[in-house]
């Protein structure tokens, strides 16, 4: 099973700065990666997939990079909607599994 | 547009069986798999297995595998993930998701998800 571990836990950021959130993989998963958005009491939501290309009607200020094990979102200048817990997951092969996400939190 | 709605909230007891149904519209129910995932209290979220609405093939996650069903009833366009020998650490909000293309696995579509509880 492929071991998917994000960084920081939790990130602590003020509307308008930029944030950086790492996904490691334990082995190598190509470009099959993607990202998701979650709130609370919300289903989550896809941001990006194969590493890099944004979902239907995801903002521009996401953008995600990273190939291999080592994978990449950056959102360019948080917006007040964008506090929430993110998700890497991988496709490379069975099992499917996430990371353990990663909080973006108000400072 | 397309729209996956689950079942209510559930309350089981220990050591039984909860089946979540996942009602689909807006698209060709046959052309996309369809997985179930969870996500427990205070937790990440969980993968638990997917279905070929197509051909029926099922694929699960080994800690799942043995106690869990994924089925799907082309007829009425529904799915169901239904756990067995339920214990507390079950409890968890379920969701279906349908993949973004068929048998390429990210989730574009999710359910609303269904609150299980296990407790006796």
């Known amino acids: 099973e492929i071991v998917l571990t994000q960084s920081p836990a939790t990130l602590s950021l003020s509307p308008g700065e930029r944030a950086t959130l790492s996904c490691r993989a334990s082995?190598?998963?190509?470009?099959?990666l993607a990202w998701y958005q979650h709130k609370p009491g919300q289903a989550p939501r896809l941001l990006m997939y194969n590493a890099s290309d944004r979902a239907t009607g995801i903002p521009a200020r996401f953008s995600g990079s990273g190939s291999g094990t080592d994978f990449t979102l950056t959102i360019s200048s948080l917006e007040p909607e964008d506090f929430a817990v993110y998700y890497c997951q991988h496709r490379s092969n069975w099992p499917l599994t996430f990371g353990g996400g990663t909080k973006v939190e108000i400072k | 547009q397309v729209q996956l709605v689950q079942s209510g909230v559930e309350v089981k007891k220990p050591g039984a069986s909860v089946k979540v149904s996942c009602k689909a519209s807006g698209y060709s129910f046959s052309s996309y798999g369809i997985s179930w995932l969870r996500q427990a209290p205070g937790q990440g979220l969980e993968w638990i297995g997917w279905i070929s609405v197509y051909n029926g093939d099922t694929k699960y996650a080994q800690k799942f595998q043995g106690r869990v069903s994924i089925t799907t009833e082309t007829h009425s366009n529904t799915g169901y993930m239904e756990l067995r020998s339920l214990t507390s650490d079950d409890t968890a909000v379920y969701y279906c998701?349908?993949?973004?293309?068929?048998?390429?696995?990210?989730?574009?579509?999710w359910g609303q998800g269904t609150l299980v509880t296990v407790s006796s």
């Open positions: 082995q190598s998963v190509s470009r099959y």
């Open positions: 998701a349908r993949e973004r293309v068929y048998s390429i696995h990210e989730f574009e579509f």
